[in-house]
């Protein structure tokens, strides 16, 4: 049995499953596809997937007595980037209005000694940044989840497979040579270049 997955974990392969495949589904047909494919608990299938639904990035519509989810990269790519814009408007703001406080508090800490003035500006100050550190973080999550940067991270990932299995090929074709022109074994070979016994393509 593999890790546990975190709910966030759950819906980004979730998700996965509607911009790969492209198609509509029934919850059943989640519910077979999630575990198989992605790893998610059958039991924990509806939950991700209302939730989902919840947040506005899959769609839901009922047909009849049935739900049908979808759920298309590019319209998933259009929300995101409005959330990044809001998101990156709203941080603008935050920092402008934390330069603002800043010089609230130098003035108010000019020649005198801490004042109420200065107590709430210093509590406004904190409250921003940590409101601004939020909104980073957010930002951050949406971006990692942009399917742009997704696609890219598998065509990265696949370049890498491919590297390595051209690398390992190259072991074992020196393997054969070395073992027919030198009669030595594949485990003395292993051993003298410290090669691992379970050596495989990935």
Same mark, same amino acid.
């Given at each position: 049995? @593999?890790?546990?997955?975190?709910?966030?974990?759950?819906?980004?392969?979730?998700?996965?499953?509607?911009?790969?495949?492209?198609? =509509?589904?029934?919850?059943?047909?989640?519910?077979?596809?999630?575990?198989?494919? /992605?790893? #998610?608990?059958?039991?924990?299938?509806?939950?991700? =997937?209302?939730?989902?639904?919840?947040? @506005?990035?899959?769609?839901?519509?009922?047909?009849?007595?049935?739900? %049908?989810?979808? !759920?298309?990269?590019?319209?998933? !790519?259009?929300?995101? +980037?409005?959330? #990044?814009?809001?998101?990156?408007?709203? #941080?603008?703001?935050?920092? !402008?209005?934390?330069? @603002?406080? *800043?010089? @609230?508090?130098?003035?108010?800490? %000019?020649? +005198?000694?801490? $004042?109420?003035?200065?107590?709430?500006?210093?509590?406004?100050?904190?409250?921003?940044?940590? &409101?601004?550190?939020?909104?980073?973080?957010?930002?951050? /999550?949406? /971006?990692?989840?942009?399917?742009?940067?997704?696609?890219?991270?598998?065509?990265? $990932?696949?370049?890498?497979?491919?590297?390595? *299995? +051209?690398?390992?090929?190259?072991?074992?074709?020196?393997?054969?040579?070395?073992?027919?022109?030198? *009669?030595?074994? &594949?485990?003395?070979?292993?051993? %003298?270049? *410290?090669?691992?016994?379970?050596?495989?393509?990935?």
């Amino acid at each position: 049995m @593999g890790p546990r997955l975190t709910i966030d974990e759950k819906r980004k392969r979730m998700m996965d499953i509607f911009h790969e495949s492209q198609e =509509v589904f029934l919850l059943k047909e989640l519910e077979k596809i999630g575990p198989k494919q /992605k790893g #998610i608990v059958a039991q924990t299938v509806k939950d991700v =997937v209302q939730s989902l639904v919840d947040d @506005g990035m899959c769609h839901m519509e009922k047909i009849g007595s049935s739900n %049908y989810f979808w !759920a298309f990269p590019s319209e998933a !790519a259009i929300k995101r +980037r409005n959330k #990044i814009s809001e998101l990156q408007k709203d #941080i603008a703001q935050m920092e !402008a209005k934390q330069v @603002g406080l *800043n010089e @609230g508090i130098e003035k108010a800490q %000019y020649g +005198r000694e801490q $004042t109420d003035e200065r107590a709430g500006l210093t509590a406004e100050l904190a409250e921003v940044e940590a &409101t601004w550190n939020s909104q980073q973080a957010e930002l951050q /999550k949406f /971006k990692e989840c942009d399917p742009v940067l997704m696609n890219q991270k598998r065509q990265e $990932t696949t370049v890498a497979k491919d590297a390595a *299995n +051209r690398w390992t090929d190259n072991i074992f074709i020196m393997q054969s040579w070395v073992r027919d022109k030198f *009669n030595m074994e &594949t485990a003395d070979f292993n051993k %003298y270049f *410290n090669i691992p016994s379970d050596l495989d393509n990935v």
